[in-house]
Structure formats: structure tokens, C-alpha cells
């Protein structure tokens, strides 16, 4: 058939120009593997620094194998969405689980931790007298969510705590609810939230705290159970956030809350309304990682002494990883153009390390990501540092 060409879309043209002369036009990276920590990538074996499969699950025997057996006892698709006949006894089992997992009373999963973020702000917020304050450097969702909210909204300079109890003196009084939103662990720095702090400012000024743990479940905590459960404040932090897409290794999300926050969202919530469940095998994938979380904590062990190495190691050399306090550990290079350079470089080297460029961080902060995992070995994380110091050599960086 002959290709159709649209003149009406030629406005796309121009802005993809524009994003070219930015720097920041870029093609996709294609994997041809399953996501391991030595990968094909665009058609070339790589050490891959850049997944958040901390735990090495997503290919994990035990999880392909749940998902073999749940497609042949349930099907390939949910073929509606939950609230219609989208619920299948597996979701319902998930659910549970990851109630316990987190120890709260209920957990409610949903399609992904973009739209879980999304469903809880955006449900629970949904008046002009109600105030939502959040980290600067939260999540997109919860930005979006805030946006899709009624709440007034107010942005808290990273971690910290003055500003926020500042924001909270000057609004807080009038209003009808207070949330403040925080990561736990921030996905482009690694750092951790002080969450005893941001806890105290939210009882002192009745605001529910809520924590997204997309990457600090099944890497921070006994167990993998997140900051709240890192912290000991469990029973004290009411709406925790977290993922099945990364350390899980599957695809989902969910709120570790309360029995009540369930229904609310199962009868209010657009994104839970609207949008299909993951299917039953990503269910039966995630029953079976947090068998794993829960029977095999030296994983856990082994991504941090991982983590830790790999980290040393590039300070050593003279690398600025930033403030990062977990596995993700970014070495920042400050520049668009260098840090696109730095990640072709590591290619050509036989590594992976994406580059994040403005707006996904501040300009000057622009760097590579790496997130090393349990499952790297010792030759892998030390032909990797190889690579990082003859590239960043080359650079200037060291
Ligand atoms: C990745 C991430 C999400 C989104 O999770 P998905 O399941 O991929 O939609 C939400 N919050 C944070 C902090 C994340 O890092």
C-alpha cells in the first residue's frame, strides 16, 4: 500500500527541528533481550547500567513461569476495565498480597504507577480549599496528578523542610484537606526522602503524607518493603505509592493504604474506572517476585554491595555522583551536549548509561543514570568502571 503523507501534520516537523537543535532529538534504543545485566542493545552486546530491573527478576524462571501458567488459566487480556468484569480472582489475590507486603490494611492496584499517582491525588484532592505541596523533584505523575486535581498546589525546594513548613504557615489555614507528596527514593538523583521530618511537619499541620516508593520497593527496607518500612514509620505514613515496573520487574501499580482509600478509588477514581487492569500473567509475575522479596533477602544484599562498589569506585576516579544514597547513582556531567557524548562514548565501549538532559533535570545538572543490579557480577561492574574512567579521561570529566 502507498504510504499517506499528512501536510496537516507539518507543525511536528518544526518542533522535531527544534528539539534537533536543542540536542535533544534522539531515536529509541531497542533491546532485542530480555532486560539483563549484560543486554542487546541496537543490535550490540552491552553491560546495561540502565534499568530498573534491580533484582534481576524480569527474567526471573520463577515469574515466567506464573505468567505461563496464569495465561493458560486466564487468558491474554483483562478485556475490560476493573469496575466492568475486569477483575479477575488474581487481582484480587495481588491486592492482598501487597497488603501484607507493605502492612497496611488494603492495597488497590492499578494499571501502572503513573496512573496511581494520578488516580490518588486526583480523587482525593478534587476541591479549591484543598492544598497538595511536593517535592521539586517528584515524579511527573504526581505533577500531573496535582494538575488534574482542584487543589491549590505549591512546589517545596528539594528536601527541604523549612520551605515546606513555611508553605504550609502561610496556606494551610482555611483549607479542607492537606497532602504533602514526596518520593521516597528520587529516581534521577537516588537520594532518600527525610521522611521522619516531612512527617513531623504533616502531624503538625494535620496534612496526610503521602510517600511514592516506585523505587524503593524491593530495594529500601526489610525485604524490599520501602522507606516508609526503612524509616519504621509504617504505621504512621497513610498512603503509600509504589510501582510493578521496576524492582517488581512486571508492569503495575498500587496504593498500600487503607480499606476505605480501596473503595473510594473503586468508585471514584478515573484512572481506575477507565482504564483496563494489567493482565492476569503480570499478576501471577508480581505474586511470585514477592515470594522472592520475601524468601530471598540476599538479593537485596548483593544490589547493594553491588551499589556500593560501583558507586565508591566512581568517586574514586573523581566522578560527581551527586547526593545519591541508593543504587541509582547518577554521574553528572553538567552539559547536554557532553553527557550525549559520554553515553556514545560508554557505547562504543561496550556499556549502557543513558544520558538526562533538561527538563527531565535542571539544566547544568544534566548526567547519566546508572542503576547497577544484583545480578551484575564482579568482571561485569569492573569492565564498566573501565570503560567510565577511559571515556570520562577523554572528556575531561576526571
Ligand atoms: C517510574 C516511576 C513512576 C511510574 O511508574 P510506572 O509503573 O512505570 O508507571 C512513578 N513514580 C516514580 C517516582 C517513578 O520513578
Redesign the pocket.
Known sequence: MKTAVYPALDFLKEELSLLEQEGRRKPLRILSTAQLPVSIIDGKEVINLSS?NYLGLAAHPKLKEAAKKAVDQYGVGPAAVRPIIGTQTIHKRLEERLARFKGTPAATLLT??????VAVVQTLLDNENDLLVSDEL??A??IDGGRLSRAKRFVYPHRNIKALEEILEKNAAGTRRRMIVT?G???MDGDVAPLPEILKTAEKFDAVLMV?D??ATGVMGPNGRGTPSHFGLTEKIPIQ?G????AVAA???YVASTKEMQEILYHKARPFLFTSSPPASVAASCLAALDILETEPSRIERLWKNAEFFKGELKKMGFDTGASETPITPVIVGDTDKARKFEGMLFAEGVFALSIVFPTVARGRERLRTIVSSEHTQEHLNQALSAFRKTGRALGLI
Open positions: 530498573n501502572s504507577g503513573f496512573t496511581t499517582n517528584n515524579h505523575s504526581i518520593d527514593v528520587f529516581s511514592d516506585a523505587h505509592i510501582t510493578l515496573s521496576k508492569v503495575g501499580g
